[in-house]
């Protein structure tokens, strides 16, 4: 199906009807929803093509490829409503939203995200690491995050690596945030919670 089925006798609204009623079961549904935003946006009709269209037109190969189209192509969104919507279209998933909430200085809305659903703790722990000096309240929270999912037993093929990384990044962003003894009563107070037996022996000798 091509665009002029979207635009036929000039009637645009009567196209997108057209092109959504028509739609087969081996039709790209991001296509389709494509070819729909593209009539609403050279109309004028910004808006309404955010809202119906952009989270399956703007699809991109990552989480943050799809955030990052979504704001090049609607600048008059703000960050925050972009990933807040994108968040929304995308349940039981928060977590998977954080690099992409982090990668453009969401700090603030990034740690509930890594929060609320499991969240890959080595992205964390990197996380943790990259922001440590500039930014070290965001690193603490994002190493505890790390450290809470390893706790709950989230991740593939952890290793004690994996543990040292999570809590020495954590620490290092403890002292430049001014909150080592808060941060280690935390760690503390996650191993005393987990069942996982190699987390709670290697964290126990660290906090000694």
């Not at 494509?34 to 190969?61: H, I, P």
């Not at 890594?114 to 190493?143: I, M, Q, W, Y």
């Amino acid at each position: 199906m091509g665009n002029e089925g979207l635009d036929r006798n000039g009637q645009k609204g009567g196209g997108i009807r057209y092109a959504e009623s028509n739609s087969g079961i081996n039709d790209p549904l991001g296509a389709i929803a494509k070819a729909c935003e593209e009539v609403l946006l050279s109309s004028g009709m910004n808006d309404e093509a955010y809202a119906r269209y952009a989270n399956l037109a703007d699809r991109g190969t990552s989480h943050l490829s799809t955030f990052r189209a979504i704001a090049e192509k609607y600048p008059q969104k703000t960050a925050v409503e972009i990933l807040h919507n994108l968040v929304e279209s995308t349940p039981g998933e928060e977590g998977k939203w954080f690099g992409s909430a982090k990668s453009v200085g969401l700090y603030d809305e990034a740690i509930p995200l890594a929060n609320k659903a499991p969240c890959d703790p080595r992205t964390l722990t990197r996380a943790a690491k990259e922001a440590a000096s500039e930014h070290p309240a965001f690193a603490v929270e994002a190493g505890i995050a790390a450290l809470r999912w390893l706790c709950e037993g989230y991740g593939y093929e952890i290793t004690p690596l994996d543990i040292w990384a999570a809590y020495r990044h954590t620490m290092k962003a403890a002292v430049n945030a001014g909150s080592t003894r808060e941060t280690r009563d935390r760690i503390r107070e996650l191993a005393q919670t987990s069942s996982v037996r190699f987390i709670v022996d290697i964290l126990s000798k660290e906090l000694e």
